[in-house]
């Protein structure tokens, strides 16, 4: 069988491997405070444009998302997001478990908008009861978003002065941050973010490493005592020079952007693939996800040879399925799958 369920089904890139082999058997302080987590942050920084910029490392993106969430609201306070931002529908409730509320606004194509977060605020400043509700303590979003779909400049600018005009922090998602950043259709770029954001995540898990986030702190009161909250809630690797050696490598000779690019370019030849045999897209995703909407019999033909991940109901009794590409998909695999599309 060959996979297009997820981007993070393959191990890591053999650069990371051979970095994690050669320095297996040296020694180190633990806890991120060893030398390749410190070089891992001072190219994450330049990356960013933000000398200033702290830089946690930390395991996966629901451990990211509830350590910084739970760390930067207080206690009467919720998050804004979309109600198909992964902390809303794909991570157990972990943000709620820790005593605040994901406050759901409805999205289109995965993203909401600067005037929904004002007029939420709005809303809830202008009633008479507002203390005995959760009050908007933060905006949270994910680029790509869920659906594969992107901020564009105009958008996220227009979502960091609104968080502005209210005192939220702005919160950005970035698991697949990589493929987001390298799709042709994108006009940000990683200073960009960290200069709307107050903080955000360079996504490892699923482009490149074994496991891993960066965490990019922009804003220093939210940063401040930041490394409590990491050890309180379990994220503090003890061996966390595994964290880093792999950001290290991900860092240097731009291997995250070429990586991430490649997954993007193979993602558009399926897509190109279902366009042409007429199989209708489900929305427009210029990303490494693409969603189609198959009839049971296409699902059927297809899934003899190929693993791909049902999404829900599509028009005219159609499904919704996604396929994923990854840092790793082979041309191999892509080819495969497009001559078992023109042969539907």
């Not at 949270?140 to 960091?160: D, H, R, V």
């Not at 809630?233 to 490598?249: D, S, V, Y």
Request: hydrophobic residues 40%.
């Amino acid at each position: 069988m060959i996979y297009f369920q997820c981007d993070y089904a393959e191990g890591c890139h053999p650069r990371i491997m051979d970095l994690l082999q050669k320095t297996n058997l040296e020694q180190s302080v633990g806890y991120g405070l060893d030398p390749y987590c410190q070089s891992a942050r001072e190219k994450i920084r330049a990356a960013c444009g933000r000398e200033d910029a702290q830089v946690h490392f930390l395991v996966g993106g629901t451990q990211t998302n509830m350590t910084f969430i739970a760390a930067a609201l207080r206690p009467h306070q919720g998050v804004l997001t979309a109600d198909t931002g992964h902390i809303a529908c794909h991570e157990t409730g972990a943000v709620e478990a820790t005593g605040h509320k994901a406050i759901a606004l409805p999205s289109v194509n995965g993203k909401i908008t600067a005037g929904q977060v004002l007029a939420a605020c709005r809303e809830h400043w202008d009633s008479e009861t507002h203390e005995h509700m959760v009050q908007p303590g933060m905006v949270y979003l994910s680029f790509p978003t869920e659906s594969g779909t992107l901020y564009s400049k105009a958008e996220l600018t227009q979502i960091s002065q609104a968080c502005r005009q209210f005192g939220l922090p702005l919160f950005l998602d970035g698991a697949r941050l990589g493929y987001g950043l390298t799709s042709p259709e994108n006009d940000l770029t990683l200073p960009d973010i960290a200069a709307l954001c107050d903080a955000f995540y360079i996504g490892g898990t699923k482009c490149g490493a074994l496991m891993g986030e960066a965490l990019v702190i922009l804003n220093p009161a939210i940063g401040r005592d930041f490394r409590y909250a990491i050890k309180q809630r379990g994220g503090m690797l003890a061996k966390g020079r595994l964290l880093g050696i792999q950001f290290e490598a991900l860092f240097t000779d731009d291997l995250y952007w070429r990586i991430c690019r490649q997954a993007n370019q193979r993602a558009l030849e399926i897509r190109r693939a279902f366009a042409q045999k007429g199989i209708p897209l489900w929305n427009d995703s210029p990303t490494n996800q693409q969603f189609v909407e198959l009839t049971a019999a296409q699902i059927q033909a297809l899934g003899r040879d190929f693993v791909f991940e049902t999404w829900g109901p599509g028009r005219d009794g159609r499904t919704v399925v996604r396929f994923c590409t990854s840092w790793a998909t082979p041309q191999s695999s892509v080819d495969a799958l497009t001559a078992a599309v023109a042969a539907l």
